[in-house]
Nanobody, 124 residues
Framework: QVHLVESGGGLVQTGGSLRLSCAASGGSFSGGIMGWFRQAPGKEREFVASITSSGVTDYADNVRGRFTISTGSAENTMELQMNVLQPEDTAVYYC??????????????????WGQGTQVTVSS
């Protein structure tokens, strides 16, 4: 059974930075995809960023240039560096992973296992 654990959330002021981490266990993602989604209060969960096992990255338009996704130094780990944070970035951030690099299905939420989420709050 796949188990994903996020860490690194917290409270930061506008313009600040945070780094989120995700560790996956119970599966192999060597040929798959990992990514981040977020859900703000009263809004639907939305795609933030993804990275395939071959290193191909994707970003939502509203975070491109500010957020950077990367694989971690340990196997099946991933990080999200978030810079120039804005109040609209406030949300619960979820890690997701799948052993299949089906990018479109992954972005649409049709495949993948979810972590429990970590809160990111940006104060104005």
């Amino acid at each position: 059974q796949v188990h994903l654990v996020e860490s690194g959330g917290g409270l930061v002021q506008t313009g600040g930075s945070l780094r989120l981490s995700c560790a996956a266990s119970g599966g192999s993602f060597s040929g798959g995809i990992m990514g981040w989604f977020r859900q703000a209060p009263g809004k639907e969960r939305e795609f933030v960023a993804s990275i395939t096992s071959s290193g191909v990255t994707d970003y939502a338009d509203n975070v491109r240039g500010r957020f950077t996704i990367s694989t971690g130094s340990a196997e099946n780990t991933m990080e999200l560096q978030m810079n120039v944070l804005q109040p609209e970035d406030t949300a619960v951030y979820y890690c997701k992973a799948d052993s299949r690099a089906w990018v479109v299905a992954f972005h649409r939420g049709q495949i993948g296992s979810w972590g429990q989420g970590t809160q990111v709050t940006v104060s104005s």
